[in-house]
């Protein structure tokens, strides 16, 4: 059965802690009843777990679809030669399902340990940190065509590239494949527990954030760029470049959608005018700016 919420305070379901109400927010809990309203043809907007994205002050019209009530299934089959495969729905947590795999003594998903969010936004941004990326472990994404059609697509009609993807326009991911190994599990938690440190060292997890705000242009690093045009720290209203690292803008209480969009805005011009590089978002926007 779809559950249906109605003017929903969306700042409280992504990790910036900024947005608006949603008018209806509905949790289909399969596949079909997703398929169902799909065919309906009406417009929606696809939630996750709330990270890499900013949500407009006046929030989003209409319907927005979150897949967090009935998409969070794991199940482990290992195979030979020492392969597991892993199916998991899109709405499952990515650091919980980084744990789960280092309980059961499954490698190949450390570096996901932290990054937040869900498997299906990961999966559209091909989320990774510390040499690792989610293209490294797909095997097969399923997904739900625009025309309300349940399809497999196989790691190569994803599309992976850099911290993005190719499917299929309108779309909405379900769950995934992953192909991973049986490891050594004390050896895989003390390296997820290394990365962790590592990130926590040069991120300011403890702030409310989106993550990264730009892609790093080939051979370089946005944060880098950010820092020698002088902007970390810079504020504006109640968001701020992190003094930590400067490809991040946290919330320092209070921080409205366009306290951001300034930042954001003052950042690419500054960039460009220094480097002559115009840096690509990484976040997304979302609702009525």
């Known amino acids: 059965m779809v559950i249906t919420e109605k003017n929903v305070p969306l700042w409280q379901k992504t990790t910036f802690r900024i947005g608006g109400p949603?008018?209806?927010?509905?949790?289909?809990?399969?596949?079909?009843?997703?398929?169902?309203?799909m065919k309906k043809k009406q417009p929606?907007?696809?939630l996750g777990g709330g990270s890499n994205i900013l949500i407009a002050d006046k929030?989003?019209?209409?319907?927005?679809?979150s897949l967090t009530r009935g998409f969070a299934e794991l199940k482990i089959e290992k195979l030979e030669n020492g392969f597991v495969k892993v199916c998991v729905g899109a709405g499952a947590s990515l650091t919980q399902t980084s744990s789960a795999m280092m309980k059961n003594s499954?490698?190949?998903?450390?570096?996901?340990?932290?990054?937040?969010?869900?498997?299906?936004?990961?999966l559209i941004m091909n989320a990774g940190a510390a040499g690792g990326e989610m293209m490294d472990v797909v095997e097969a994404v399923t997904i739900v065509t625009q025309a309300g059609e349940i399809k497999t697509l196989n790691k190569n009609e994803c599309r992976f590239s850099y911290r993005s993807s190719g499917f299929p326009k309108g779309c909405v991911i379900t769950g995934a494949v992953l192909q991973l190994k049986t490891g050594d599990k004390e050896k895989i938690h003390?390296?997820?527990?290394?990365?962790?440190?590592?990130?926590?060292?040069?991120?300011p997890l403890e702030l409310p954030s989106a993550g990264s705000i730009f892609k790093n242009p080939e051979g370089n690093f946005a944060g880098r760029l950010i820092e020698e045009t002088g902007l970390k720290g810079a504020k504006h209203g109640g968001a701020e470049v992190s003094e930590k690292h400067a490809n991040f803008i946290v919330n320092r209480g209070g921080a409205k959608a366009t306290d951001v969009i300034c930042l954001m805005e003052t950042i690419e011009e500054a960039v460009n005018k220094k480097f002559g590089i115009t840096l690509k978002r990484e976040i997304k926007l979302a609702g009525e700016f």
């Open 44 to 46: 929606f907007f696809i």
């Open 106 to 122: 499954i490698a190949g998903l450390q570096f996901a340990y932290g990054i937040p969010g869900t498997i299906g936004g990961a």
């Open 22 to 37: 949603a008018d209806t927010l509905l949790y289909p809990e399969s596949a079909e009843e997703l398929a169902s309203l």
């Open 190 to 203: 003390d390296d997820m527990k290394q990365k962790y440190i590592n990130r926590k060292s040069k991120q």
């Open 59 to 65: 929030g989003i019209r209409g319907t927005t679809i």
